[in-house]
Nanobody, 122 residues
Framework: VQLQASGGGVVQAGDSLRLSCAAS????????MGWFRQISGKEREFVAA????????YYKESMKGRFTISRDNAKNAVYLQMNSLKPEDSAVYYCAADPPVGAEFGPNYGYWGQGTQVTVSS
């Protein structure tokens, strides 16, 4: 499956952004989907994930309440709504698909898209 993330940009602290990830070439509605981010000089970290039918969502604890993951299986898309953005949220954000069962928080997803840069200025 191919993943294409978009929606990044430069915003002010406190602003919101909605990232999108379009999937093609696979059975999208069977995949757990996730968002990760990588801050320059640091390891890639888990942000959020969503089950294939959106019954379950998973978040890194520090992002609960500000970030919301959702999906539209009819459009083969997953989204990350980010509110109250902070400068420390500046990173390259990646979407990913198909982690091992029970490993939604880990890095071993089967498919990755290219990243989209989010820069939050103070």
């Amino acid at each position: 499956v191919q993943l294409q993330a978009s929606g990044g940009g430069v915003v002010q602290a406190g602003d919101s952004l909605r990232l999108s990830c379009a999937a093609s070439g696979g059975t999208f509605n069977r995949y757990v989907m996730g968002w990760f981010r990588q801050i320059s000089g640091k390891e890639r970290e888990f942000v959020a994930a969503i089950s294939w039918a959106a019954y379950r969502t998973y978040y890194k604890e520090s992002m609960k309440g500000r970030f919301t993951i959702s999906r539209d299986n009819a459009k083969n898309a997953v989204y990350l709504q980010m509110n109250s953005l902070k400068p420390e949220d500046s990173a390259v954000y990646y979407c990913a698909a198909d982690p091992p069962v029970g490993a939604e928080f880990g890095p071993n997803y089967g498919y990755w898209g290219q990243g989209t840069q989010v820069t939050v200025s103070s």
